[in-house]
């Protein structure tokens, strides 16, 4: 069993930046891929990015390439996106997810196990 907390949601201006964070907990939680998704109001749930259990693979949206980056302290257990250059289109309940897999470039809610609740991430223009 892993149980995610997700933090460091707010509101930020358009271009500005934010860094969330997810801590996790579980004798075997080090050993999960950690990715976080999105929902958007009014619109699916989508993948943003996810970094594999040994800290090496990661792999992103296009939608955030080049702007968001993905990491994880093993000491702290705990997994950040570093959100760079934030839009308007950014804003969205932000979740944290683990998977005991890797499913290189295509990764959908379904391959997730665990979840965390959300911290909403607002960008004002």
């Known amino acids: 069993q892993v149980q995610l907390v997700e933090s460091g949601g707010g509101l930020v201006q358009a271009g500005g930046s934010l860094r969330l964070s997810c801590a996790a907990s579980?004798?075997?939680?080090?050993?999960?891929?950690m990715g976080w998704f999105r929902q958007a109001p009014g619109k699916e749930r989508e993948f943003v990015a996810v970094?594999?259990?040994?800290?090496?693979?990661?792999y992103y949206a296009d939608s955030v390439k080049g702007r968001f980056t993905i990491s994880r302290d093993y000491a702290k257990n705990t997994v950040y996106l570093q959100m760079n250059s934030v839009e308007p289109e950014d804003t969205a309940v932000y979740c944290c997810?683990?998977?005991?897999?890797?499913?290189?470039?295509?990764?959908?809610?379904?391959?997730?196990?665990?979840w965390g609740k959300g911290t909403l991430v607002t960008v004002s223009s």
């Open positions: 579980g004798r075997t939680a080090s050993t999960y891929s």
């Open positions: 970094i594999g259990w040994r800290g090496i693979n990661t």
């Open positions: 997810a683990a998977s005991s897999g890797w499913y290189g470039s295509s990764w959908s809610q379904d391959d997730m196990h665990y």
